[in-house]
Structures are given as C-alpha cells and as structure tokens.
C-alpha cells in the first residue's frame, strides 16, 4: 500500500456541532433534531428529510445565503480546528512516518478546502469535491483520487464512514476500503451486511497503522 486516501465528514471532522447550530436555527431541541436524523437515514433517506420534517419548505440553498447574510462572522454550518476528531493528528502523521502518501479527498464545497488546509494536518494533499467538479459516489470522483494519490487504484486505502459514498464506490474503482464505525451513518452502515465488503471495519483512526503494517507486500 502506497497511499492512503481520507474522507472528510465524520471521518476526519465531528459534525455534532453544525448539527447543533442547525438544530437551533430551526428552533427544535438539538435531541429532537438528532432523533429525526437518526431515523430518516435509518429509513434510507435523504439527510435533508429531517430538515423538511422540521420545516417543509426548506431549501438548503436559500437557508444558508439567509443565514450568511444574517450572521456573516459565524461558522454556521461549516467548520474549524475544534471539530477535528483527536485520534486524526497522530493517525496521519503516524501513516506519513510509515512512508505513506496521505491524501484528504471528500464530499465538500470549496469553502471547506482553506478551513481543512488551516488546520496544518500532516497530509501531503488535500482535495473537495466542489473543486474537482465531480461528487461521490460517481466513479469519475475516485478516477480523480487515483490520479491524486500517486499510486495504482490496489496500493490505496479510501478511509470513509459510508457504504454508499466510500466503501463500496472505492471497491467498484479498484481501491482497497476501509470503514470508519463513527458518526450515525458509520455505526448504521457498519452493522449492515455490506459492511464485509469493506478489507477493514476500524473504531476508530488509531487503529489504522497497525492494520495497514500487518497487511502483506
């Protein structure tokens, strides 16, 4: 294995507090807000479900230009260095030690890119998805991956928490998957049957350069 490849949400950021900070923009309690996520992903669902449970007429697009122009200054619904999960610093650096390119490539718009690039991460590329112009789960997405990791599609690890948007559309692309049991689509996907598709289910990032040393070649 040459280069290992991370996803962004819940994978690399903890987007509790986003979901909060939306939670209180609609003006539902944060525990009610979370239920309703909960249950229309484990429908199958669209995220955006539970926000149109909440408020019918919501439309994602025009929320977020109101909520821009109403508080400029704030993180809304984006992120910093406070939403990094603690295990991901040593994780990578401890993968970049190894001698192993380190790549962040997931599902964001372009705003994400400087936030992520802020953070001073010890990873040697870091990508979204707004840029690229291409989105997973579209193979076009992974084609970009392979072309940005330096390596053939069998010597990268793509590390996500979702079946539908990393596991399964990496394997498709001739990459190797792992499944990250964080966030409420990481511990969903992981109990499903699908799950064995996957080279390795982790609990966590730490556990990612131990596996990735035992592996032969």
């Known amino acids: 294995m040459r280069s290992v490849v991370f996803d962004v949400g819940e994978t690399l950021i903890d987007e509790t507090r986003i979901f909060e900070r939306w939670a209180d923009r609609l003006g539902v309690p944060r525990l009610a807000f979370f239920g309703l996520m909960g249950a229309v992903l484990a ?68 705003a994400a890119g400087p936030s992520l690039e802020a953070m001073g991460l010890p990873a040697d590329r870091i990508h979204v998805s707004e840029d690229w112009g291409v989105a997973k789960p579209d193979p ?31 394997k498709r692309a001739g990459l190797r998957a792992a499944l990250l049991r964080r966030g409420m689509l990481g511990y969903l996907h992981a109990g499903r049957a699908e799950a064995h598709e996957a080279d390795t289910v982790l609990d966590g990032l730490a556990e990612l350069p131990a596996w990735i040393a035992a592996q032969p070649g």
């Open 43 to 110: 429908e199958g669902r669209p995220l955006i479900d539970a926000f149109r449970l909440v408020k019918p007429d919501f439309e994602l697009s025009a929320e977020s230009a109101a909520w821009l122009s109403e508080e400029p200054e704030s993180l809304r619904e984006h992120f910093d260095a406070g939403d990094l999960y603690a295990d991901v610093r040593p994780a990578l650096a401890e993968l970049r030690a190894m001698g192993l390119n380190v790549v962040v490539a997931g599902n964001q718009p372009t």
């Open 140 to 170: 076009a997405f992974f084609s970009r991956v392979v072309e940005v990791a330096g390596a053939v599609p069998a010597e990268i690890l793509y590390v996500g928490d979702r079946l539908d948007n990393d596991v399964l559309p990496a």
